[in-house]
C-alpha cells in the first residue's frame, strides 16, 4: 500500500469521523432498487456513532455501494478512493453498527476539506492538535492481563499511548517499529499502553500470531473519545508531569522517529 493511498484512506476515515457531514442527496430516480440490505438499515446521523468509533473503509468485510445502489467491486474501490471524488456515507443498523457504506460525490468544499487532511497525513510533523500543551485528561485502566494504570500514578513517568484497533490495517503496520521503541527504552521511565478499541477476546486472539510489547488495554473508546482520537492509530505522549506534549494521527513515514525523538527530550 502507498503512502499516498494510506493517507487518502486515513483521511476519508477521518472525514467521516470527524466532520459526519450531512448533505441531503435523494435520489431522482424512482425507478432504482435499493439492495434488500438496506430496508434495515439508515443512514447515521450525528451522534449515532460515538466519537473514538474505528471505521475501517474495506469491501471485503463492509459492502460498498454507488448512490445508484451498484455494488462496488473490490478492484474499483482503490481507484475511487484515490479520486477523492466521493464521500463514503455510513449506514446503521437498529444497534448503531456500521453494516454498510453508500459513496455519493463530494461536494468541492469537501473535496478540499479531504485535500487538507491528505497533505497532514503525509506530512505528519504538521499534523498538530490544541490538546498539545493542556493537561491529560485522567483514566483508570486494567491491560488485558489485569495490571492496573492510571494518570495520577503514572505521575513521574513519560506515557506512550497507541490509539489502535486490530482490523486497522496500518494500525498493524507500525506494530514492529513500535516494539523496537519498547525494547529501546526498556528500564526507563517510560511506559507504553495501547488502547484498542477492540473486546478483550479479540485482542487476546490478535496477540496468538503477532506480538505487541505494549500494556495492551481492551474495550479503549472511552478513553479514545476522552483524546478527541477519531481516527486510527493515533500517538499520544504525554510528559513526567501529566501534560500532553505530542500528538499525531496516522501513519507517516517519519511517524516512529519522531515518537522516539520526543521520548528521549522528555527523559532529558
Excluded at 494510506?6 to 435523494?26: D, G, H, P, S, Y
Excluded at 499502553?193 to 472511552?222: Q, R
Amino acid at each position: 500500500m502507498t503512502n499516498k493511498l494510506l493517507a487518502t484512506m486515513l483521511a476519508i476515515i477521518t472525514f467521516i469521523n470527524i466532520a459526519n457531514t450531512q448533505v441531503k442527496n435523494e435520489s431522482k430516480d424512482s425507478l432504482i432498487v435499493k439492495p434488500e440490505l438496506f430496508n434495515s438499515l439508515k443512514k447515521a446521523e450525528p451522534g449515532d456513532i460515538e466519537s473514538g468509533t474505528p471505521m475501517m473503509l474495506d469491501p471485503s468485510t463492509t459492502p460498498m455501494y454507488y448512490e445508484n445502489f451498484v455494488l462496488i467491486k473490490e478492484g474499483d474501490f482503490i481507484k475511487i478512493m484515490m479520486s477523492g471524488d466521493y464521500i463514503p456515507e455510513p449506514y446503521i443498523n437498529s444497534n448503531k453498527v456500521v453494516k454498510a457504506f453508500l459513496f455519493r460525490k463530494a461536494t468541492d468544499l469537501e473535496k478540499e476539506q479531504m485535500k487538507q487532511m491528505q497533505s497532514n497525513m503525509q506530512n505528519p510533523g504538521q499534523n498538530k492538535s490544541e490538546l498539545i500543551g493542556s493537561e491529560a485528561f485522567p483514566f483508570s485502566v486494567k491491560d488485558i492481563y489485569g495490571n492496573k494504570y492510571s494518570l495520577e500514578k503514572l505521575k513521574g513517568k513519560v506515557i506512550v499511548i497507541n490509539f489502535w484497533f486490530v482490523e486497522c490495517k496500518p494500525c498493524v503496520m507500525e506494530i514492529p517499529e513500535l516494539n523496537d521503541l519498547v525494547e529501546k527504552y526498556k528500564g526507563k521511565e517510560v511506559v507504553f499502553l495501547g488502547f484498542a478499541t477492540n473486546e478483550k477476546t479479540k485482542i487476546v486472539s490478535f496477540l496468538k500470531t503477532k506480538t505487541f510489547k505494549y500494556k495492551i488495554i481492551a474495550e479503549g473508546s472511552k478513553v479514545a473519545g476522552l483524546y478527541n482520537v477519531n481516527s486510527y492509530p493515533t500517538h499520544i505522549i504525554i510528559d513526567a508531569n501529566s501534560v500532553i506534549s505530542y500528538y499525531i494521527t496516522g501513519l507517516g513515514p517519519t511517524t516512529v522517529n519522531d515518537l522516539d525523538k520526543t521520548i528521549e527530550s522528555l527523559l532529558k
